[in-house]
């Protein structure tokens, strides 16, 4: 079964042109035979006549003389063989072959027919007339016949040249279909690109200009599907984001209202274990509830309206400067190696949550007395963010699921499992990408951002 369209298109394209050239092949053999055949029988009928011609009564007796002449226009390369015989009445041989057979009836006109001599297949034509003298009247049979590789030969000569025309015609046809096909089929190949090249999060419109009028209704339906996944998307998008919103205020009355209870409860050392354990509690989903909140941002932001020239060396000091403290608790030297002009097109809240994560899941996982350092630098039209820590790293094996939402390598160390899907979608939405893989040495973790970088003209989008 064929799955290509091009393959089906060309089928249907080569199925009637094929039966037309084998149609007409037919049609110009049978052509082409029937002219051999004329050809062939009127050269034996004037053989045959000439021959008749020169049949006459001489001393009482009839004489057959052949002349040079009715042999002679059988002369081809072909060296075909050629017999004769003159019969007087019924049975009284003149001349010629006795063996050559005679037609089945005998008319007024030619009678063409084929026979065998010397097991040798022949043409033959029987021509009677009738021989006067004196008043008397006899009838003459001459009848000529001949081989056929003369007639084979001119058969092939007619109807090669028209074969060979057809097939070139329809070589020709198969080279202009395929060019054509391919010409037109272009508008489908890059409209394929166009949707498998597209991001999961870009749900905008597919523009169908100098589409033909067939594949429009193909990108009306595909515009439709991404118009209700897009709101889907959206109304799925405002509804974390407006849960997250309104459990912020409750949650944070909640751990203002435990801290309380704790400070006034000392007497009970249970309750004040439980107080502590709520407080605790309450601060993890306080921490998720404004995660979510980010990820919503993140994965609903479209770059080209809202993008600014952020200074990332501005955004990378600001975020140590907050983390600092927490990195001293665990003493963990926080460093950060910076090049110049690295200037990126984007929100800049958003890039310091992204930068921040990655510091933050550096300085959670790695060992007491570690190290990390933030590197950024320019290489080409990208600005690349490294975090790079010596810490236990993350196993081969589950690497390409620490960006999935809630997916945690470690469950001894405090986390939400978002940080780094955060990161991936705050990069996908500045038109970048992240990845993780070991550190110098395969010691600890470096995890990279790519970003495009401003133009050097630091104009705003």
């Known amino acids: 079964m064929l799955h290509s369209l091009r393959a089906r298109l060309l089928l249907w394209v080569f199925l009637p042109l094929g039966t037309f050239v084998f149609v007409t092949g037919l049609m110009a053999h049978d052509a082409s035979r029937q002219t051999a055949d004329l050809v062939q029988d009127s050269v034996l009928l004037a053989s045959a006549r000439t021959i008749g011609e020169d049949i006459e009564w001489r001393d009482g007796a009839l004489i057959a003389n052949i002349p040079p002449a009715a042999l002679e226009m059988f002369e081809s390369p072909y060296r075909d063989q050629v017999f004769y015989k003159v019969v007087a009445g019924e049975d009284k041989l003149l001349g010629g072959s006795f063996d050559l057979a005679l037609p089945g009836h005998l008319a007024t006109f030619p009678v063409f027919y084929d026979t065998v001599l010397e097991g040798q297949n022949l043409r033959a034509v029987a021509f009677q007339r009738q021989v006067y003298d004196s008043g008397s009247v006899t009838p003459v049979t001459v009848i000529v016949a001949k081989t056929q590789a003369s007639r084979e030969a001119m058969l092939s000569q007619l109807w090669h040249p028209q074969v060979l025309r057809q097939g070139l015609m329809l070589a020709l046809a198969a080279v202009l279909v395929v060019i054509g096909l391919t010409s037109e089929l272009r508008p489908l190949m890059k409209l ?22 067939e594949l429009r209704p193909i990108v009306d339906a595909i515009n439709q599907c991404i118009a209700r996944l897009k709101l889907h998307t959206t109304t799925q998008r405002q509804f974390i984001a407006d849960a997250a919103h309104q459990l912020r205020t409750p949650l944070t009355l909640l751990d203002t209202q435990v801290q309380y209870a704790c400070q006034h409860d000392a007497g009970d050392p249970v309750l004040v274990d439980v107080l502590h354990g709520v407080r605790r509690t309450s601060l993890k989903m306080i921490e998720i509830t404004n995660q979510l909140l980010l990820l919503a941002q993140a994965e609903s932001t479209r770059a080209a309206a809202t993008l600014v020239r952020v200074d990332m060396a501005r955004v990378i000091f600001s975020v140590l400067e907050e983390l600092i403290m927490a990195a001293e608790r665990r003493n963990i030297d926080l460093g950060a190696d910076l090049a110049d002009d690295i200037a990126v097109m984007g929100i800049e809240q958003l890039l310091a949550a992204l930068v921040s994560n990655l510091v933050d899941n550096a300085i959670r996982y790695t060992q007491e007395g570690g190290h990390v350092t933030v590197v950024c630098r320019r290489e080409g039209e990208e600005v690349v963010l490294e975090v790079v820590d010596n810490g236990p790293g993350i196993p081969a094996e589950i690497r390409a699921h620490v960006f999935e939402r809630f997916y945690r390598g470690a469950t001894d160390v405090d986390g939400t499992g978002l940080g780094l899907a955060i990161v991936q979608g705050i990069a996908r939405s500045h038109g970048g990408t992240a990845s ?24 705003t989008q």
Do not use: C, K, Y
């Open 192 to 213: 394929s690109e166009n949707v498998a090249d597209r991001d999961a999060m870009e749900l905008e419109p597919i523009r169908f200009h100098h589409l033909p009028s």
């Open 436 to 459: 993780v893989a070991p550190g110098p040495g395969r010691v600890g973790l470096t995890a990279t951002v790519r970003l495009p970088a401003a133009s050097r003209e630091g104009m």
